[in-house]
DNA sequence: GCGACAG
DNA sequence: ATCTTGTCGC
């Protein structure tokens, strides 16, 4: 899979002002509401999107059902040194049917609100490898929860003009509509646009904090932060990663992206 | 100057 | 992100 915009292809080697403005170009492109052309209800295992039939003792995962589930991919990454190992992998209901991925030369540091400059050519080395399409792809960080509303999420969405969503563990800017402390599995609340995000009213949603995972009565599981990538709505882009959560913090996608980058990783060192 | 800050 | 053993609890 390839750029569809190669103009947005984040570069290493620009100054930080140009890289601000190419954010704010990926910002003007990205795209809001949804603009996907499978069922958000197909999404997710098969348990849970009933694509499987029961009968009696057993579930059968039917060949329609499944063949009609999207392509869900997951991107995460591990590093080693100066290395990215940069890994896509692309399920259809449970079944994994591709995974991909690239380790190549990191050229600058992590800083907040430039991660795509860091991580985004490692990850578009890993699609060029990969053969099949998505219908959607969630990422490990934040999309419109953004200074500029174009987080890693949504530059590489954007650039590859592919549905994304962004799952960060934690908060980057913009501020919870309640206190996320302490709530329920299955909570969620409004990440409202303050003065540190351009482009946006203030109080304008830009994505949710979300209790994906909690243990009864013990607050010790931080809530996750969803927000949309390109070509998902603020609520819907919650409401697929709500549906690929099967009963752990990270959605099922991110998770094993993440074992995944480990594997790569280790047979790099050893 | 101080605090905040995805991975 | 990464460096790292055991340990408390369902």
């Known amino acids: 899979m390839k750029p569809a915009r190669p103009e947005f292809v984040p570069d290493a080697s620009a100054t930080r002002e140009e890289m601000e403005a190419l954010q ?3 910002a003007a492109d990205a795209t809001w509401s949804d603009d996907f052309d499978f069922d958000p209800g197909t ?13 009696g003792q057993r579930t059968l995962s039917t060949d329609h059902g499944a063949a009609s589930a999207p392509l869900v991919a997951g991107v995460d990454q591990a590093f080693l040194d100066d290395r990215a190992v940069s890994v896509v992998v692309v399920r259809r209901g449970d079944t994994v049917v591709e995974r991909a991925h690239a380790v190549t030369d990191l050229e600058i540091p992590y ?4 991660l795509a400059f860091r991580e985004g050519g490692p990850i578009l080395a ?7 399409e998505p219908d959607l792809v969630v990422f490990d960080g934040s999309g419109r929860i953004h200074y500029r509303q174009a987080g890693l999420a949504t530059h590489i969405g954007v650039t590859l003009d592919v549905p994304s969503v962004g799952v960060a563990k934690g908060l980057l ?6 206190g996320v402390d302490g709530r329920p599995e299955g909570w969620r609340t409004p990440i409202l646009a303050d003065d540190d995000v351009e482009n946006a009213a203030p109080g304008t949603k830009i994505g949710h904090a979300f209790q994906s995972r909690q243990y009864d009565s013990r607050p010790i599981v931080n809530p996750i932060y969803v927000s ?10 919650t409401d697929l990663v709500e549906r690929l959560c099967a009963g752990y913090k990270l959605p099922e996608p991110t998770r094993l992206a993440d074992a995944h980058a480990d594997e790569v990783k280790r047979g790099l060192s050893e």
């Open 111 to 114: 800083i907040p609100g430039l």
């Open 24 to 26: 704010r170009d990926v």
């Open 43 to 55: 999404v997710g295992s098969d348990r849970t999107t009933g694509s499987g039939v029961a009968t």
């Open 228 to 237: 949309p990538g390109h070509r998902v709505r603020v609520d819907t882009a």
């Open 126 to 132: 890993a699609f060029a490898e990969l053969t099949c």
């Open 173 to 178: 800017c913009g501020t919870p509509e309640t």
